[in-house]
């Protein structure tokens, strides 16, 4: 069965920092993933996915993830942490193209 | 115009009632969601409706009852609550599969006392 991992229920970086967010899957076929960021209050939005194709995907404001088969990886990264960048982060695996299966989210604090 | 809006946004109410959450989206996406996240943050699939026809129930109490009265609208209806249905609902739309984008509501607070 199709799920994903997230290393890390906190992780706290300095403004300025680099934000790296760990999420390994496990799937029997070639997995869709995604990652979606979850302000307090609100809704999940989605922030990138990989389908097929170029394995380092770029989302928005300024994220990045890229796939990597051999190590069953999707880290998500940001150059360089804003304040504004705090939030509740989730991993997804797509199972059958039915329905997406998310990891238990890292929750990320920015320090100034 | 929100894109998938959830009524009411906070519900609190006393263990053994009925209580019905409202969901609409208006992106003419042709499947919707029900998930529900727990206390801990973790976010589970409830139910998935495409085109008003149910195709995934994942192993929800049967006190739980959602209905699509057409492909805009699935409202979540649960019987008898419990403590422990006490979470933070939330309905999705995409058009096509899971294998697209999840458009989300901002969420139904559901306190059970």
């Known amino acids: 069965a199709q799920s994903v991992t997230q290393l890390g229920s906190h992780v706290s970086v300095s403004e300025g920092a680099l934000v790296l967010l760990r999420c390994n899957y496990s799937?029997?076929?070639?997995?869709?993933l995604f990652w979606y960021v979850q302000y307090p209050n609100q809704g999940l939005q989605l922030l990138l996915k990989?389908?097929?194709?170029?394995?380092l995907v770029k989302g928005i404001n300024g994220f990045e993830a890229e796939f990597k088969k051999s190590e069953t990886s999707f880290h998500l990264t940001k150059p360089s942490a804003h304040m504004s960048d705090a939030a509740e982060y989730f991993c997804?695996?797509?199972?059958?193209?039915?329905?997406?299966?998310f990891g238990q989210g890292t929750r990320l604090t920015i320090n100034p | 115009d929100t894109a998938v809006s959830q009524t009411p946004k906070y519900l609190v109410t006393q263990m053994g009632n009925d209580k019905s959450i409202k969901c609409e989206q208006n992106?003419?996406?042709?499947?919707m969601y029900w998930y529900k996240q727990d206390s801990k943050k973790f976010l589970k699939i409830m139910f998935s409706?495409?085109?008003?026809?149910?195709?995934i129930n994942e192993t929800v109490p049967n006190r739980f009852s959602p209905k699509s009265p057409d492909k805009a609208h699935l409202n979540l209806h649960i019987n008898s609550l419990e403590l422990g249905d006490s979470a933070v609902y939330f309905c999705?739309?995409?058009?096509?599969?899971?294998?697209?984008?999840?458009?989300f509501g901002s969420g139904t607070q559901l306190s059970v006392l």
């Open positions: 999705a739309s995409s058009q096509g599969s899971a294998a697209g984008k999840l458009f």
């Open positions: 799937s029997s076929v070639p997995p869709y």
């Open positions: 990989y389908t097929t194709g170029a394995t």
């Open positions: 997804a695996v797509s199972v059958r193209a039915q329905k997406l299966v």
């Open positions: 992106l003419g996406h042709d499947t």
């Open positions: 409706y495409n085109n008003k026809e149910l195709i």
